[in-house]
């Protein structure tokens, strides 16, 4: 071991931080080196000094007391907790009763629409009152519908995909007027009743089965769509999906 | 509800049973890095809201080095509040660059003369004086009792530094104790 290194070591020897091997090094070293002994018994002497004399400053009480208000009491954060939780509770249980409030009033139009509609759509299958204005020709329909309703429906022929257009007709739903675009499949009627909606979004659609007749209902273009059948689900579904391909075409012209 | 009260008051209570018995360590290394009273006061209030705002993220193991950990960010910050980071940066490379000069300075002074024993207020007044790293290290050491490995850990730096920054912060003290001795 160097002098150099028997300089900084011999504070890690009084720091107590050496294992046995570099300990006994540094001793060793010390021992047969007059310099080095007498820096090794001089920072003893200091670290002595230093170990005697108080060193250390004491925080003025007024520093606790500060640092003791400063962190939550128990006490404080008991109260605390408990307002807390009751602001949170009246807060939840005031979200949970207005979300049941509203699903109940929500359910309540949805079912009273839907039991209308296929009350309508019930109305519609009996004789003569399938459509008031009778046409294949959706350029005869929809004109029909001008001064008849506060909206232009979108009056599209789908004969080529599999569904007839057979005409237009004037109904109620949740006390409104509604347009409604009557469709054939097969021997199947299909009743898409339009009407304004909210917002000009275009919502996935959500298929339904009421009293043993198929839903479907959509929103484009500020319309709500609502399209009523005994056709099953899958061709209802291939009703929507093609009227709304060829809206969009139609759009696009 | 009953949970998060329960522990909210666990935690403060938990901070303060761990925390509070070092505020004389806290409040001990604050006056020597800031040198004043009052920078030193608010330095421990600030890090004792510091550690409990964190102190989820205090892992175990003993918290007075975690607490000093804190304390020596806030005074760094006063540092450069004050504007005296350069300073203090400076003062330390400056110091470091001329070690030469500094060891030949402590070497000039008799190993053999025995210190005489001083009184406490003229220690600290002379550990005071000490360069920064140099004081932070010997405080940290002599005064506030951590390990090289703890001091490391607070201070950022390497094993081998905090034990040739012990080894000159000593030197530098000794010259200048016996310089107190033999007056001006």
Same mark, same amino acid.
């Given at each position: ?29 010390? !021992? @047969? ?62 979200? &949970? ?13 949805? +079912?009273?629409? #839907? ?76 009743? #898409? ?33 609502? &399209? ?26 | ?8 008051? @666990?935690?403060? +209570? ?23 009273? &009052?920078?030193?006061?608010? !330095? ?50 400056? !110091? ?21 024993? #001083? ?17 932070? &290290? ?21 094993? @081998? ?24």
């Amino acid at each position: 071991m160097t002098c150099d290194e028997a300089e900084v070591m011999l504070h890690a020897l009084i720091d107590d931080e050496l294992d046995a091997g570099h300990a006994r090094e540094v001793e060793t070293h010390a !021992a @047969g080196c007059a310099r080095c002994g007498a820096q090794l018994a001089s920072y003893r002497d200091l670290r002595q000094a230093l170990r005697g004399g108080n060193l250390r400053y004491t925080a003025p009480p007024s520093l606790r007391r500060s640092i003791d208000r400063a962190v939550p009491s128990a006490a404080a954060t008991d109260r605390r907790t408990l307002l807390k939780g009751f602001a949170l509770g009246s807060l939840l249980s005031a979200a &949970a009763a207005a979300s049941v409030t509203l699903v109940v009033l929500r359910e309540d139009r949805d +079912e009273r629409i #839907l039991s209308e509609a296929i009350s309508a759509h019930l109305r519609s299958l009996q004789a003569d009152h399938l459509t008031d204005v009778l046409s294949t020709d959706q350029h005869t329909v929809k004109p029909w519908f001008n001064g008849r309703t506060d909206l232009a429906p979108p009056v599209i022929d789908l004969t080529a995909q599999g569904f007839t257009l057979i005409g237009g007709r004037l109904d109620f739903i949740d006390g409104k007027s509604v347009a409604v675009i009557v469709y054939r499949r097969r021997v199947h009627v299909i009743n #898409l009743f339009v009407t304004q909606g909210v917002g000009s979004s275009l919502q996935a659609p959500r298929m339904e089965t009421v009293q043993g007749f198929n839903i479907l209902r959509w929103t484009d273009q500020g319309l709500n769509m609502l &399209a009523v059948s005994d056709i099953n689900r899958e061709e209802l579904e291939e009703f929507g999906s093609k009227f709304e391909q060829a809206a969009r075409a139609a759009r696009a012209t | 509800m009953a949970y998060e009260g329960g522990g909210d008051r @666990g935690k403060a +209570e938990r901070f303060r049973a761990a925390a509070l018995p070092y505020l004389d360590d806290v409040y001990t290394l604050a006056r020597y890095l800031l040198r004043n009273t &009052a920078d030193a006061e608010d !330095a421990a209030q600030e890090c004792y809201l510091r550690a409990f705002r964190h102190f989820e993220t205090f892992r175990g193991g003993p918290i007075k080095p975690w607490l000093l950990a804190i304390l020596r960010n806030v005074c760094r910050a006063e540092y450069a509040r004050r504007g005296a980071l350069t300073a203090v940066v400076d003062n330390l490379e400056e !110091a470091e660059n001329k070690s030469d000069g500094l060891w030949s300075e402590a070497q000039s002074s008799p190993e053999t003369e025995t210190l005489q024993r #001083l009184d406490g207020e003229s220690m600290q007044r002379l550990i005071t004086q000490l360069p920064d790293a140099f004081r932070e &290290a010997l405080v940290l050491r002599e005064v506030n009792d951590l390990s090289y490995r703890e001091i490391a850990d607070v201070t950022g730096v390497p094993v @081998g530094t905090v034990m040739s920054r012990l080894a000159r912060a000593r030197g530098l003290l000794r010259t200048a104790w016996l310089a107190e001795e033999k007056g001006p």
